[in-house]
């Protein structure tokens, strides 16, 4: 065996067949549903150019962008002193270009770069991977797929409600049963800033709120108090953050408090008519929650933000979103409003690992194994093999005369369902023994038979 | 609009809607060819330890690779000295990462990483983009997708038929008719330096024989003259390179001319075996051209060569592949025999476009859009457009009740097939209107009734 067996950068991770399958099932019922919601596939470069990705994820996502030598020379433009100035100072020198941070940015400098020509509203699905060099951790990856869906360029809330359907949707036919799509919006906990009277302060508000699940009430308001929030101010978010009774019960409760807050009513305002087009379209809202904890920290989220928990399972939020007023702001073009929602495919793949999920049939799997005896068998089962493929079934012919425990062996650890055998007497009349791998059951039959047991 | 419009990296490239559409459907027919024969998917790193690649693709690769600066300050281990000594010295303080540079080598990485673990003979397909620090030019670009199918641990030449009845399978699928699978061997290279009196040679051999397309022969002659291949010899190639007659007149006549030479007549074994195994199998070896003049130039196959010409299109090979006996040795593990394909798919999309092959309807568009009228329209048709959805309708509803005209053009450039409108009238006898937006005909039906039509 190797001297020196090669190895994979830290945080990244190779995905075996196995894997695959599984991994494939998520994406594919994802994909699914954004399109069955009238979403379309986008794909942009893994690398952008520094000037679109830096600046835009605060000074540590700055830290954590993988950058790109550039080709060639790339030191033709330094000099010692460059050098000697350190490598922040270097690093403009040398490297134009980085890996994708997220899928956001490159959306909303796609939608910049092609604004004359997109079909508005625009509703684009993008499944790729994203680069973090960040300190690899138990699920905590340097290079991870999002899955996003995000419709810009209309404010209406039908929206909002569509993703909820797509949520509520897309976890049905995972299989997963038990979730809570936690709903928010912005302009609520910038109601309450008002309220609590520390009016315009929402940003440091939602900052540690968002902390409430790790650290605890108390912690969040020694933070808010570190931050320059008054003691009555604390005192008077504790009930917001405690409120309890169902959806209809908090719109109602809040409605009262937010007599003097015109964005908190619009906040309301928002939330109900969300819940009004979830009754219409006969959506499940059951599965919904009007969280005012939820405040996904330190995003550009202006209206109805969402996060995903999957009950009783030990395991963060698995999904979530936003609307947000001005997407691409950042790139000159403003009043572009829309809404997005990401999956976690990791963490959806642990809850289902988990939970036992995942389907054992699969469309990815070969259903049907010819074993091969000797070079009669093979010639005999070549062609009824190439008939099964015509036939639409994924199968193989063992491409050796191995050993037969060494074929099934093959067979089992691939999860085949079928193993085909055809010896002399098969052959003499024209038959094969089809064996079910799961049941053990043997059947001799004419390959045609045989193909017909196996499409049912 | 923006002030500073930003950009993408050159040679890299955006893929909106309407082309990932039809790269899906190539995509999605690769695949589904690959996993009817068996194979299973794979998903390794974008990044590789430089390590794993460097020394695999020659100077010039090494020269391509895309190389990842190293988080945090990489320059700590870095004096002044290693700055004068230049770049090439200080690249490998600073980076210890690169893009992958093709999916072969990954692969090789992979099987030897996980080499105990694997279910042989192991059926990998891979479908990711890979990177090469290239000059960008028309056709070739710095980020572009591989599309691999490799079978290794078996050195069945069932796997070099299915490999041709794979490629035959796909392009039928794809709607392109007219190509031509070019196979050879490169024991039959090798056992005509060896007739020519230049044992030994073939790689050589091999390196200029693959110019002869671009360059013609003569100019390959000079080429072998200035490798120092003997007048005699070049002489002697000729009228292997002229060589006429179908495939099995090849066959013949190169067996007169390999009697002392082993090697060519193992070549012409393999060949002709797996014209056998073609005929068992009932594929179509019509579009199998044997072709003396392929040899691929200097890559590491040892057995059967394969590529693909679309005929009557102005384009380089669309699909390329072969044997190699020896996959994983550069990893240290010996011994490893398999054997490949590689699908274009810039080059199929190319060629795609302009024979006009994609099919014009497709599940990634939306079946149906709901006009917005007004709340009133909006209301009646949201429920309509669940039911839609529930059965398996991909659909939306315009999210605004914006112009009619604007809302027919966003029908229009989605290429959404139908459309439905539901105004006071509609909604006062509980119907709808259904317009085909291809034909132009309206008509008036219930909502189930309008689901029959579209779904149909």
Sequence with gaps: MAKNKPGIPRGTRDFGPEVMVKRNFIFETIKSVYKKYGFQPLETPSMENLSVLTGKYGDEGDQLLFRILNSGDFLSKSQVEDFEKGYKHLTGNISGKGLRYDLTVPFARYVVMNWGQLNFPFK????????????????????????????????????????????????????????????????????????????????????????????????????????????AAVKALAPFLNMSGNNFDKLAILKEQFQNSETGMQGLKELQEVFDYLELMKVNATTVEFDLTLARGLTYYTGAIFEVKVNNVQIGSVSGGGRYDNLTGVFGLDGMSGVGISFGVDRIYDVMEELQLFPSDSSEITTALFINFDRESERYCLPVLQQFRQAGINAELYPDAAKIKKQMNYANKKNIPYVILAGSNEIANRQVTLKNMQSGEQQLLTPEEALEVITK
Tied chains: 1, 2.
């Design 124 to 231: 684009r699905y993008q499944i790729q991977p994203v680069w973090r060099a960040d300190r690899p951790a138990k699920g905590r990856y340097r290079e991870f797929y999002q899955c996003d869906a995000d419709v810009v360029g209309t404010d209406s809330l039908i929206c909002e409600a569509e993703i909820v359907a797509m949520i509520n949707e897309a976890f049905e036919k995972l299989g997963i049963e038990d979730f809570t799509i936690k709903l928010n919006n912005r302009k609520v906990l910038e109601g309450i800033a008002e309220v609590i009277g520390e009016q315009g302060r929402q940003t440091e508000l939602c900052v540690a709120i968002d902390k409430l699940d790790k650290i605890g009430l108390e912690k969040v308001n020694e933070e808010l108090i570190q931050r320059g929030f008054s003691q």
